[in-house]
């Protein structure tokens, strides 16, 4: 099973700010990764997909990069609603399927 | 729009089943890869299994020995059974659809917290 690690754990930005959430898998998952967004008391909603494709709905200011074992999911300007948990999820090799332990990004 | 809703008891006693269903919207249960998912504060997200076609699954291995998931066309729904609880098995569970023919979580169910407790 591959095993993704984020850093930092957790993030502190002031809004309208840049937010820069890094995720290294264990072994290469070559552009198969997707990132997600969890608010208190709700289920996780899927942001990026393919590394770098946005979800339905999602806006632009949600970017994500990387291929092999190093990604990166930007928000450019960080708004109100951004504040919340974010997680990688590699699908290059499935089942099982594995998580991130998660970056908790905070108001700074 | 597809959305999908999980129902069950909130509170099970230990040695007992865990027994969850996912009611789904907007898609029929007979495509699609339908998963459960459960959430602790210790563990995080963890995938528990996958139903596709109604006959097929996957589990996780480390889960297997005590996991069923079973679909019902008829209502539209699958289910989730984990035998022998523990107060490990409190989580929040969640049912999610994979995306076509590709292994990230597109949909989710608002999420259902069970625990384990006599």
């Known amino acids: 099973e591959i095993v993704m690690t984020q850093s930092p754990a957790t993030l502190s930005v002031s809004p309208g700010e840049r937010a820069t959430l890094l995720c290294r898998a264990s072994?290469?998952?070559?552009?198969?990764l997707a990132w997600y967004q969890q608010k208190p008391g709700q289920a996780p909603r899927l942001l990026i997909y393919?590394?770098?494709t946005r979800a339905t709905g999602i806006p632009a200011r949600f970017s994500g990069s990387g291929s092999g074992t190093e990604f990166t999911l930007t928000i450019s300007s960080l708004q109100s609603e951004d504040f919340a948990v974010y997680y990688c999820?590699?699908?290059?090799?499935?089942?099982?399927?594995?998580f991130g332990q998660g970056t908790k990004l905070e108001m700074k | 729009q597809v959305q999908l809703q999980e129902s069950g008891p909130g509170l099970v006693k230990p040695s007992e089943t865990l027994s969850l269903t996912c009611t789904v919207s907007?898609?029929?249960?007979?495509?699609?890869?339908w998963s459960w998912i459960r959430q602790t504060p210790g563990k995080g997200l963890e995938w528990i299994g996958y139903?596709?076609?109604?006959?097929?699954?996957k589990y996780n291995p480390s889960l297997k020995s005590r996991v069923t998931i079973l679909a019902d066309t008829s209502k539209n729904h699958f289910s989730l059974k984990l035998s022998s609880v523990t107060a490990a098995d409190s989580a929040v569970y969640y049912c999610?659809?994979?995306?076509?023919?590709?292994?990230?979580?597109?949909?989710w169910g608002q999420g259902s917290l069970v625990t384990i407790s006599s």
């Open positions: 999610a659809r994979l995306g076509t023919l590709s292994g990230y979580f597109e949909y």
């Open positions: 907007g898609a029929s249960i007979s495509t699609y890869l």
């Open positions: 139903i596709y076609t109604r006959e097929i699954t």
């Open positions: 072994q290469s998952v070559s552009s198969n």
């Open positions: 393919g590394a770098s």
């Open positions: 999820q590699p699908y290059n090799n499935w089942p099982p399927f594995s």
